[in-house]
């Protein structure tokens, strides 16, 4: 039988797995790219970044970090080596178009109304209808030209963390129109070559919004230009549970948290009623584990001298994937003047610089970087020309992404998403879900009807709710990663129970190379 024309939307980690994955299968994807090169995020990002999950959880499968690299936490040019590795290894690069940025897929045939009435996804429960194609509109940044392409699937991996950014919105005239200084996002720092960055930040004050990675990040290398002259602002509005390292009292945060008996200490989406009171009996040491995480962390970063002790719990923390790794030596740099924390809920711009709740003098600023996030959610919704397309996508403002294993939406036929939700890894999980879709693809795995498949995202949307609070719009499944490859794993028929063992099956972290292929299996 004729394989069906697939195309696949970036050449980052997700685009490049779910290329491998395809091929695997007999079909031959075309990959879009809009940059000259693959990596994605990777390409181009702060000087000191670094991987922030341990290197043996952000691996492929079956393709294991060179010997070369000894550190666990490789830098972001040895992640960039390893993925472009990846995929000379595998053969990859002749199918990706390169320069190519994809300025709007529609479907043609079926109106996107259509969509309501169906009881199966794609009107037949299958990946590819009879009744209508995407039709692909490609921007070639060489040629200046644009080439349209009709295609069967389409999968979208076009990253959660660039292009889109966050902008905090501002009362009229408050916003930074009102500033004599510059203000920029955290996206146009990392875009910039080094040294531009260096001199940007040098002998100015500058204040950094937000406390997650970007923003501390950015606030060490603005602290390494100018030291204690010119103090460092970091403004933020929550405080967060970011990590020192991997070993809370020197015990290995994977066993606390990464492995089958730590998720059964969570209520999990879809449960039955023994693990139900098996989650409810335990309740009382899944406090204990978060407490016990959260006093090491303010022991070693002495967040109750800073005032930045969290009110929410470490699991809340990692069951919004936001637990970050905090760059060496930050806090020491709070003790001594050169790194300044400052909470505010709110800010406003004046002629001088920022103003905070409740204060009338400004801080003083001469730059401005909103290291504030990104918006993933619009980034994909505009990819879509229809406007039925877009608000399916968009979903309700208070629920996550509607997503079906967090790859396909109900009512949009013949498309799926890659790299949206998060995880502990977002390499791990992405892969995981590339081989789940070339399994669809490939006619062996059945989706259950529309009906089913949002009662199963309703009871995932409780579970954020409950377990995130209100991140749950970041749709991490980080702290039940192995309940959610249960059932991944399921659906493709391999046994969802990787380990040798009950005890290595209870007791023993789950990672990627649990799930490797049989022939690279060790
Ligand atoms: C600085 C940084 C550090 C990170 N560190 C970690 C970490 O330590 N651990 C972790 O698990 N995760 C980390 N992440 C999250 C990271 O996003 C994922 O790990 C992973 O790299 C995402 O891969 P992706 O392919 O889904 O998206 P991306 O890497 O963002 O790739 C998307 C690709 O799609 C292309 N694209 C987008 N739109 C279009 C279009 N319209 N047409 C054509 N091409 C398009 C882009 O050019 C890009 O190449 C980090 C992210 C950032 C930004
Ligand atoms: N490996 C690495 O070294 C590395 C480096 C950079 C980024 N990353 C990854 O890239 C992703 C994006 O990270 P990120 O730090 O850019 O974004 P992020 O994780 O989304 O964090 C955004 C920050 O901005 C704050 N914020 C958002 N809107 C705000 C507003 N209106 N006013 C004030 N503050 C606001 C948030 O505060 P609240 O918490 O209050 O919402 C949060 O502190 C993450 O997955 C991160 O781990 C990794």
Redesign the pocket.
């Known amino acids: 039988m004729e394989k069906k024309q697939i195309a696949i939307?970036?050449?980052?980690?997700?685009?490049?797995l779910a290329c491998k994955y395809l091929l695997s299968k007999g079909f031959h994807p075309i990959v879009?790219?809009?940059?000259s090169d693959?990596?994605?995020?990777?390409?181009k990002?702060?000087e000191t970044?670094?991987?922030?999950?341990p290197k043996q959880l952000?691996q492929f499968s079956d393709y294991p970090w060179p010997d070369s690299v000894t550190t666990d936490f490789p830098d972001?040019n040895q992640v960039l080596d390893y993925i472009q590795s990846y995929a000379s290894h595998f053969d990859l690069r002749k199918h990706i178009k390169f320069n190519?940025?994809?300025?709007g897929i529609e479907f043609e045939g079926l109106s996107g109304e259509d969509g309501k009435s169906w009881s199966f996804w794609n009107g037949n429960g299958q990946p590819f209808g009879s009744r209508g194609k995407w039709t692909v509109a490609?921007e070639d940044a060489k040629n200046h030209s644009t080439e349209v392409h009709q295609v069967d699937f389409v999968i979208l991996?076009?990253?959660?963390?660039?292009?889109v950014p966050n902008i905090p919105e501002f009362p009229p005239k408050k916003g930074p129109e009102a500033f004599h200084g510059k203000v920029i996002h955290s996206m146009d720092y990392?875009d910039m070559d080094y040294e531009a960055a260096a001199n940007l930040v040098k002998g100015k004050r500058v204040t950094v919004v937000g406390l997650q990675?970007?923003a501390l990040d950015i606030a060490m290398e603005c602290t390494t230009a100018n030291g204690l002259e010119n103090p460092c602002t970091v403004l933020y509005r929550t405080e967060h549970w970011n990590i020192p390292d991997y070993f809370p009292w020197g015990f290995p945060l994977a066993y606390l948290y990464l492995n089958r008996f730590a998720e059964l200490l969570v209520h999990k989406p879809g449960e039955g009623f023994l693990l139900s009171l098996l989650a409810t009996m335990l309740s009382p040491l899944r406090w204990a584990i978060s407490k016990f995480v959260e006093a090491d962390i303010k022991k070693k970063h002495r967040l109750a001298k800073f005032g930045m002790v969290p009110k929410h719990s470490f699991l809340q923390e990692l069951s919004s994937c936001l637990t970050i790794t905090v760059p060496e030596k930050f806090y020491d740099k709070v003790e001594e003047g050169s790194i300044i924390l400052k909470k505010s809920q709110d800010f406003s711009f004046c002629e001088d610089g920022i103003v905070v709740d409740g204060q009338t003098t400004p801080l003083k600023a001469d730059l401005v970087i909103l290291a504030t996030g990104f918006k993933g959610d619009v980034?994909l919704k505009n990819?879509f020309l229809s406007q039925t397309f877009q608000d399916y996508l968009a979903g309700s403002p208070t629920e996550k992404l509607p997503l079906y294993r967090e790859i396909i939406h109900p009512q949009i036929p013949q498309l799926a998403i890659?790299?949206f939700s998060?995880?502990?890894?977002?390499?791990?999980t992405?892969e995981m879900r590339c081989r789940w879709l070339a399994e669809l693809l490939d006619g062996a795995v059945k989706l259950p009807s529309i009906k089913e498949m949002e009662e199963d995202m309703r009871k995932w949307d409780e579970y954020m709710k409950r377990y995130s609070g209100k991140y749950y719009r970041r749709s991490c499944i980080g702290a039940l990663h192995i309940w959610y490859n249960d059932q991944l794993c399921k659906d493709m028929g391999w046994n969802p129970k990787r380990k040798k063992g009950w005890f290595a099956e209870l007791f023993e972290p789950y990672g990627p190379v649990d799930y490797a292929p049989p022939s690279t299996s060790n």
Not at 422 to 428: D, K, M, Q, R, V
Request: charge should be positive.
């Open positions: 939307v970036g050449a980052g980690v997700s685009g490049l879009f790219e809009a940059r693959i990596g994605g995020a990777w390409i990002t702060v970044t670094m991987l922030q999950t952000y972001h190519r940025k994809v300025v490609v991996c076009v990253g959660r963390f660039s292009d990392s990675k970007s980034k990819i890659i790299g998060e995880s502990i890894s977002n390499l791990y992405s």
